[in-house]
């Protein structure tokens, strides 16, 4: 454990439970002052931000070109603020962890934690962040335990088992082993491994908290209900995946009370996280999100982004402005119970590479993954996946519920697929014992066809 860290990330959480009286007018002052700060740092630090603000530093955040993150990548060498830093080096350090072993929460050279994305979305992302910004990543995640009411301290730590990816160069990973301390004794488990064996791992350590991806919560939630699994949490989160309304209430018949969904990224760290009404508040106070429509302009609360633009505002060694994620989400425009002044997000729709284009009458479709919720949720007794292909759709049913089969999915599946203007698309479906995950672990709902470029 660094204890240098962990007194950095105690000190931050301290802080920031203050920031929870806040009010509207204090956040966006906050806000103000923050992004100031950090768009001198881009300026003063990054030849990549001078150039891409190029007669716009004074201008409004609002008026600034969005990045990508294949521009981010493209430029890494002159994005960062820090001469010494190269992406090759850091890409070479990740490598290193991942065929040779090590410990990912070990600073690189002392200074530097890192994370990759799996490139899911079509390109792989590398991250940096220094000690100062590590410890707000990490105070960013505890957060979340906070708002849900879960408490830590040196009289009751916090058991924390965390169902997900155990690859070196995931976030999550990191994120583990610089937790680990007496506090939040943690146990890490592979997503990928046999269930058989992450049953009896958790009723061995009894975790207060369990936390993993939606994909992998819900099949324990069913081993829950059957009686192989007995654990108490405190807590259940949900993060990385789009947590439907049907896995939700699953997770709550096993566990007898309502998931926490958790919205983060590697990128940016916790975004936003449910209090305990259930209601998910954004971090404004770390970072400023714009739901934008396929031009880029802003949507009013209550309507759905086609793409999130995002400031992570105490990024320094990487700075994010207005960084383009793929996430569909909207805002809701109402207050909450708890009393916190943070915006709420009311719901986050998952990507736009989740989105089919199917062939219809009049040209193709967009086909939405909430047209295979409605249908195939209560199918796969472990969850589903669509998988598109040449010749069509592949449904992946993780066990079969009871009452339910094969031919009935594909039925309700095509019988969807045709109210929705879908022609001349073949529907298979596959009983089968485990989801196809990325290399991160995770379990995408659907996976669109790759085309060759």
């Known amino acids: 454990m660094d204890l240098r860290l962990m007194a950095r990330v105690l000190f931050l959480r301290a802080a920031w439970r203050r920031r929870d009286h806040w009010d509207a007018a204090r956040i ?13 740092a881009a300026y003063a630090g990054s030849e990549f931000y001078r150039r891409h603000h190029a007669g716009l530093h004074e201008a409004p955040l609002d008026q600034l070109p969005s990045v990508t993150k294949a521009e981010l990548m493209d430029h890494f060498d002159e994005a960062v603020t820090t001469p010494d830093l190269r992406l090759v080096d850091l890409e070479n350090h990740l490598r290193a962890l991942t065929e040779r072993g090590g410990d990912p929460g070990v600073p690189w050279k002392g200074r530097w ?3 990759a994305t799996a490139g899911t979305t079509g390109w792989r992302g590398t991250f940096v962040w220094n000690r100062s910004e590590w410890a707000t990543v990490l105070a960013s995640y505890a957060r979340a335990n906070d708002w849900a009411g879960i408490s830590a301290g ?12 155990l690859v070196p160069t995931h976030q ?24 058989e064996e992450t049953v009896a791992a958790l009723d061995r350590f009894q975790p207060r908290i369990l936390v993993g991806y939606a994909s992998a919560l819900k099949p324990l939630a069913a081993e829950q209900r059957a009686g192989r699994l007995h654990i108490s949490p405190q807590g259940v989160m949900s993060a990385s995946e789009v947590l439907s309304p049907h896995t939700a209430a699953e997770l709550e018949a096993a566990w007898g009370s309502a998931p926490f969904d958790v919205y983060a990224a590697t990128e940016t760290a916790g975004i936003a996280s449910p209090c305990t009404y259930r209601n998910r508040h954004v971090y404004e106070d770390l970072l400023i999100i714009e739901p934008v429509d396929q031009a880029g302009k802003p949507v009013p609360a209550g309507t ?8 992570v505002l105490f990024s320094r060694t990487l700075p994010l402005i207005r ?39 009049q040209g193709p479709v967009s086909v939405h993954p909430i047209v295979f919720h409605h249908v195939l949720d209560e199918a796969g007794s472990a969850g589903w996946q669509v998988i598109q292909e040449p ?45 196809e995950r990325t290399a991160l672990g995770k379990a995408p709902f659907v996976r669109a066809l790759v085309r060759p470029q």
């Open 28 to 40: 966006a002052a906050h806000q103000e002052h923050a992004l100031r700060d950090l768009r001198r």
């Open 113 to 115: 934690w890192a994370a």
């Open 154 to 165: 040196l009289t009751r730590p916090l058991k924390m088992g965390l169902v997900s990816s």
């Open 172 to 195: 999550s990973a990191v994120v583990g082993v610089s937790l680990r301390s007496g506090i939040v004794p943690t146990l890490r488990l592979d997503v990928t491994a046999p269930m």
């Open 304 to 311: 759905t982004g086609a793409r999130l633009l995002v400031t």
């Open 323 to 361: 960084y383009e994620m793929s996430d569909t989400v909207r805002l809701d425009g109402r207050g909450c119970p708890c009393g916190r002044p943070f915006a709420l997000l009311e719901g986050i729709e998952g990507r736009i590479e989740d989105i089919l284009q199917l062939p219809g009458k």
């Open 391 to 435: 010749a069509g759709l592949q449904v992946l049913l993780a066990g079969l519920a009871p009452g339910a089969s094969a031919e009935g999915a594909r039925a309700a599946v095509a019988g969807a697929l045709n109210e929705a203007g879908v022609v001349g698309t073949r529907v298979d479906v596959h009983v089968v014992e485990h989801l």
